[in-house]
């Protein structure tokens, strides 16, 4: 398996005027040719700011460290002039907020040809027909009628099925999808969900699916990724991260997932407390003010991915979820002193 | 948008017959007349003055009488150029401030759309502060010290440029009276380009253009700027019509025969008509500069909706 993207050791820092966020501290990981990978999260756990650092698109008073590497190329510091022929060319990216992202001053045709023009060099004909392709691949009915429309006459479902269709257009090698269903109604959630299956299958394309629902990651992914306060608390297989959770962020995500059984609404589960706050990250464990399992070492070391089963790992003291004891050879990083006098 | 213009124009009209009433009663019951300025006149001949000018009668009386004529296209005699009509005044002066007028709003456009826009893509750095300071320095010097040393510096100790005066009519004659007023305009325009760069630049639209992979050129034309536009045309509306229908302080200062004098004149000498006359003038202009605003931002935003 060739790897498309490769991140090493990649944090973001925000500085604020009340001191430095730690958005995402220290993740790796690759994304094989055609694979789905899905990161799962809360809401501020880093989702979003870890890639749109890879893409170069952090906010003014954002910088990355660290390395992420396109096919081995360095994008972390890369001229803007050359990662603008990588993304929107080789990388793809949709954002969560739909609504809001399209240009509302420009017809939806000029808004999709523009990216053949910049990356294919194509015609104007020769674009608006691959435009077309695109629309339909994507299900918009009419699609050569929307080609003249601009971003306020469409829907938000179809505003979304018009920035997927874009993102497709130069049949990308990496898709990051931004939680692509997040404020769209509940049924078109489920079309685009659908939708997102189907390009699966057709495009060549490895897949990024950000969100915090685990039920859209279930039947999308082939692995998961879990993150909580900027790092990887487990990543694994979907079924691995189902069926053996590892670490007790997974066991409580899983928990607090709303289902049926048999015929009854469980009351929905949440896990307790808030979020970390990303200025005041706890050195050790970021997981430990919330965690049922917290015992001594949480607080004085930072526990390290270690593979459970090859291919499965969880960053946690604990043996198991099974036998909860901490764990005398779980890989970890002293940081009592740091830790205690912060 | 050709209905939507025209009913525009026609829901005017209550506006602007407000705007006269407002000024005429006004106007009225200030203390003091047109004649009152002159050597003490004998009852008689005063009484006569008056019954021609019809100030004998009744104020609301000489309202009626004088919406009726101005109704017309007539504005009646001027108090104090008495050999003139107001509407001549008007049409003579007009030109003279439209000119000096138009010029300055497309220098302030051109120079202050630049600068705006170059302060916002170097947002928080040396360039930016740099066009800002001067932008502020700008806004705060008033015309009446600006104007002035303009005159000092290019017309006098540099002699480039006439001091004052319309001269044979050549450009040469408005350049100081130009810049003069347009200084401020750039200042202004300026700082409100940059802010509609900078928020637009913030945009979730701006992003995406940005991962598309577009140079930066593209998304500054196609992308951002329509949109970051948008505060400066709602602005240039009313102060076209503030700049065309002329600066009281530039005309003084440089000499030049505009209408902007007439209105202060007219109001110091009670001289009902030709402020009447500037009123309406100013009146009209702003009606349809701000009909101009709403058609262009149709023009710039999709979005907006005639109906
Ligand atoms: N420009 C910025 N300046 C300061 N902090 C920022 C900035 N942008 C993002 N952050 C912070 O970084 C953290 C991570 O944000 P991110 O957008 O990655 O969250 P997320 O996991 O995508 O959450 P969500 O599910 O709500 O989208 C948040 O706490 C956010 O407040
Ligand atoms: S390291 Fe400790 S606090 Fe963190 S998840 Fe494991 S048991 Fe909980
Ligand atoms: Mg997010």
């Not at chain 1, 990356?119 to 674009?127: D, L, P, S, T, V």
């Not at chain 1, 003010?289 to 090859?310: F, I, K, S």
Request: hydrophobic residues 45%.
């Amino acid at each position: 398996m060739t790897a498309v993207l490769e991140v090493r050791d990649l944090k973001v820092r925000f500085a604020t005027p009340d001191g430095e966020v730690s958005a995402v501290n220290g993740v790796s990981f690759d994304v094989n040719e055609g694979e789905c990978v899905g990161i799962v999260g809360e809401s501020g756990s880093g989702k979003s700011q870890l890639f749109m650092s890879v893409m170069g698109l952090l906010a003014k008073n954002g910088r990355t460290l660290g390395s992420a590497k396109y096919r081995g190329t360095e994008l972390v510091g890369m001229p803007v002039k050359d990662l603008n022929k990588i993304r929107g060319d080789k990388i793809a990216m949709i954002f969560q907020d739909s609504m809001t992202g399209l240009t509302p001053h420009l017809r939806i045709g000029k808004q999709m040809t523009e990216v053949l023009v910049q990356h294919k060099g194509m015609g104007e004909a020769a674009a608006v027909k691959r435009a077309l392709e695109m629309l339909n691949l994507v299900r918009i009915p009419e699609a050569a009628r929307r080609l003249a429309q601009y971003p306020h006459e469409l829907s938000g479902g179809m505003r979304q099925r018009i920035m997927i269709a874009m993102a497709l257009l130069c049949e990308p090698e990496l898709l990051i999808a931004d939680e692509p269903t997040t404020a769209l109604d509940v049924t078109v959630q489920a079309q685009i969900l659908d939708l997102m299956a189907d390009l699966k299958r057709v495009t060549k394309a490895a897949i990024v699916l950000i969100t915090h629902d685990l039920g859209t990651v279930a039947g999308l992914c082939d692995k998961v990724q879990v993150m909580y306060g900027g790092r990887f608390m487990e990543t694994g297989s979907v079924q691995e991260i189902f069926y053996q959770p590892a670490h007790p962020y997974t066991a409580g995500l899983l928990a607090s997932m709303p289902r049926l059984t048999e015929g009854r609404r469980e009351k929905l589960y949440a896990i307790p407390g808030q979020p970390p706050n990303l200025q005041r990250l706890p050195k050790a464990c970021p997981f430990q003010e919330r965690c049922d399992y917290v015992h001594e070492r949480c607080v004085d070391e930072l526990p390290l991915l270690r593979d459970v089963t090859p291919g499965h790992a969880k960053a946690c003291h604990l043996l198991s979820l099974a036998n909860p004891v901490s764990d005398p050879k779980a890989p970890s990083l002293k940081v009592a002193t740091e830790a205690r006098s912060a | 948008m050709l209905s939507y213009a025209v009913r525009r124009l026609l829901e005017a009209i209550p506006t602007l017959l407000v705007i006269v009433a407002l000024s005429f009663f006004l106007m009225h019951s200030a203390p003091g007349g047109p004649f009152d300025s002159e050597r003490v006149l004998p009852p008689e001949i005063e009484a006569n003055l008056k019954a021609a000018y019809n100030l004998d009668k009744p104020v609301w009386q000489q309202f009626t009488i004088y919406l009726g004529k101005a109704l017309q296209g007539d504005f009646g005699p001027s108090f104090t150029y008495k050999d003139f009509t107001v509407s001549e005044l008007i049409l003579t002066g007009l030109p003279v401030s439209a000119r000096l007028g138009l010029s300055a709003v497309t220098l302030a456009v051109l120079i202050g759309c630049t600068l705006g826009i170059l302060a916002a893509m170097r947002q928080n750095t040396k360039t930016d502060y740099s066009i800002m300071g001067i932008a502020m320095v700008g806004i705060t010097i008033p015309n009446f010290v600006m104007a002035p040393l303009l005159t000092l510096i290019f017309g006098i100790y540099l002699g480039w440029l006439p001091v004052a005066g319309l001269g044979d009519g050549s450009f040469r004659n408005l350049v100081l009276p130009v810049i003069a007023l347009a200084l401020p305009q750039i200042a202004i325009v300026s700082r409100l380009t940059r802010g509609g760069m900078i928020e637009v630049l913030r945009s979730n639209f701006v992003r995406t253009a940005h991962a598309k992979g577009l140079p930066e050129h593209l998304i500054i034309t196609r992308h951002t700027l329509r949109a970051a536009m948008l505060p400066v045309v709602s602005y240039l509306g009313p102060a076209i019509a503030g700049l065309v229908t002329g600066s009281v302080v530039i005309e003084q200062i440089f000499g030049l025969p505009g209408i902007g004098r007439y209105f202060v004149q007219g109001a110091i000498n009670r001289d009902y008509t030709l402020v009447m006359g500037t009123v309406i003038t100013y009146g009209s202009l702003i009606v349809l500069m701000n009909l101009l605003v709403d058609l262009v931002y149709g023009l710039m935003d999709p979005r907006v909706r005639y109906d």
